[in-house]
């Protein structure tokens, strides 16, 4: 399926930023390879169903679902997601070949009418159906209503501009690569509010038997976003996080020594404290950036995570 003459096709979600992403990683492809490179655009479960919480309807994992069909049914070579969308443990026969320079990996408050979380009135609404954004809100600003907000990004801009809400909370990464930068009233800095693992970064996807493929867009890889990534992921796998619990985890660089923040919160308790962790150390390889988010995991514990787990 990669001989010189064939497209390689990507799968891809048909939302404007799903699209957006899948096209540059297209360009990519063309540009390093010189193939022609074709997009198969698919809706997902979790495009579909747009009532309820993803966490009650089965996790991130249906927006991905469709696409890992796709691929292994020969109708396309790779997916291309946004990681923090991608389950932790990726089903058998399937392997993450590749992530890309991150793009900035904050969370951004928007509102046409509020500059930043802390001008808002008590009471005031805020959207998110983020667990992880909503147990570090109502850590921030316990007086706040937070409430559901789910839809591509289009819509709940459209919502958030129809007076639904005084406020949502957005990753300024979709707002910047659909060029909506301006509707970006702050970033909240990873120390007030910890991304999700794999925030702001593509992964591609691909079958696992695609040897061929793998060891071509291996080139692609971003080294230092891969290893944080995985350290970022592995706080969850250790965890056996799902989208039920309200995760956060998020490395950066720091004087050669990768340092990993994390966050969790009660799944349904509004009173129960944010429990935070962070280690920081050396890391050259996968199994040491995995080994930083085992040792995070592990402090979280200590300090009775095991009782928000449950619940997730």
């Given at each position: 399926?990669?001989?010189?003459?064939?497209?390689?096709?990507?799968?891809?979600?048909?939302?404007?930023?799903?699209?957006?992403?899948?096209?540059?990683?297209?360009?990519?492809?063309?540009?390093?390879?010189?193939?022609?490179?074709?997009?198969?655009?698919?809706?997902?479960?979790?495009?579909?169903?747009?009532?309820?919480?993803?966490?009650?309807?089965?996790?991130?994992?249906?927006?991905?679902?469709?696409?890992?069909?796709?691929?292994?049914?020969?109708?396309?070579?790779?997916?291309?997601?946004?990681?923090?969308?991608?389950?932790?443990?990726?089903?058998?026969?399937?392997?993450?070949?590749?992530?890309?320079?991150?793009?900035?990996?904050?969370?951004?408050?928007?509102?046409?009418?509020?500059?930043?979380?802390?001008?808002?009135?008590?009471?005031?609404?805020?959207?998110?159906?983020?667990?992880?954004?909503?147990?570090?809100?109502?850590?921030?600003?316990?007086?706040?209503?937070?409430?559901?907000?789910?839809?591509?990004?289009?819509?709940?801009?459209?919502?958030?501009?129809?007076?639904?809400?005084?406020?949502?909370?957005?990753?300024?990464?979709?707002l910047m690569r659909l060029g909506l930068a301006e509707r970006i009233r702050t970033r909240f800095e990873p120390d007030r509010m910890i991304p999700a693992a794999g925030q702001g970064a593509l992964g591609i996807e691909i079958r696992a038997d695609q040897a061929e493929l793998r060891e071509r867009l291996a080139g692609l890889v971003d080294r230092p976003t891969w290893l944080a990534v995985h350290a970022e992921r592995a706080v969850s796998r250790a965890l056996g996080g799902s989208c039920s619990v309200p995760l956060a985890a998020h490395a950066v660089w720091q004087d050669g020594q990768l340092r990993?923040?994390?966050?969790?919160?009660?799944?349904?308790?509004?009173?129960?404290?944010?429990?935070?962790?962070?280690?920081?150390?050396?890391?050259?390889?996968?199994?040491?950036?995995?080994?930083?988010?085992?040792?995070?995991?592990?402090?979280?514990?200590?300090?009775?995570?095991?009782?928000?787990?449950?619940?997730?």
């Amino acid at each position: 399926m990669t001989t010189t003459t064939s497209p390689w096709v990507i799968a891809t979600r048909e939302s404007r930023l799903a699209l957006w992403q899948a096209r540059h990683v297209q360009a990519l492809l063309q540009q390093r390879f010189g193939r022609t490179v074709e997009l198969l655009g698919m809706t997902t479960r979790g495009d579909q169903i747009l009532d309820r919480t993803l966490s009650k309807v089965g996790g991130k994992g249906l927006f991905v679902k469709e696409l890992e069909v796709a691929l292994e049914e020969g109708r396309a070579h790779l997916a291309v997601h946004s990681l923090k969308d991608v389950p932790m443990d990726l089903p058998a026969g399937f392997l993450l070949a590749a992530v890309l320079e991150r793009e900035d990996p904050r969370d951004a408050f928007v509102s046409p009418r509020y500059a930043s979380l802390e001008e808002l009135p008590p009471q005031a609404v805020v959207g998110t159906s983020s667990l992880r954004r909503m147990v570090q809100l109502r850590a921030l600003r316990p007086d706040l209503r937070i409430e559901p907000l789910r839809g591509n990004l289009d819509t709940r801009l459209r919502k958030l501009d129809e007076g639904r809400y005084d406020a949502i909370v957005l990753a300024a990464a979709g707002l910047m690569r659909l060029g909506l930068a301006e509707r970006i009233r702050t970033r909240f800095e990873p120390d007030r509010m910890i991304p999700a693992a794999g925030q702001g970064a593509l992964g591609i996807e691909i079958r696992a038997d695609q040897a061929e493929l793998r060891e071509r867009l291996a080139g692609l890889v971003d080294r230092p976003t891969w290893l944080a990534v995985h350290a970022e992921r592995a706080v969850s796998r250790a965890l056996g996080g799902s989208c039920s619990v309200p995760l956060a985890a998020h490395a950066v660089w720091q004087d050669g020594q990768l340092r990993l923040s994390t966050a969790i919160g009660h799944p349904e308790r509004a009173d129960a404290p944010l429990l935070k962790a962070a280690v920081s150390g050396p890391v050259a390889d996968t199994a040491q950036a995995e080994a930083l988010g085992v040792a995070a995991a592990q402090q979280l514990r200590e300090q009775g995570a095991d009782g928000y787990l449950q619940h997730g």
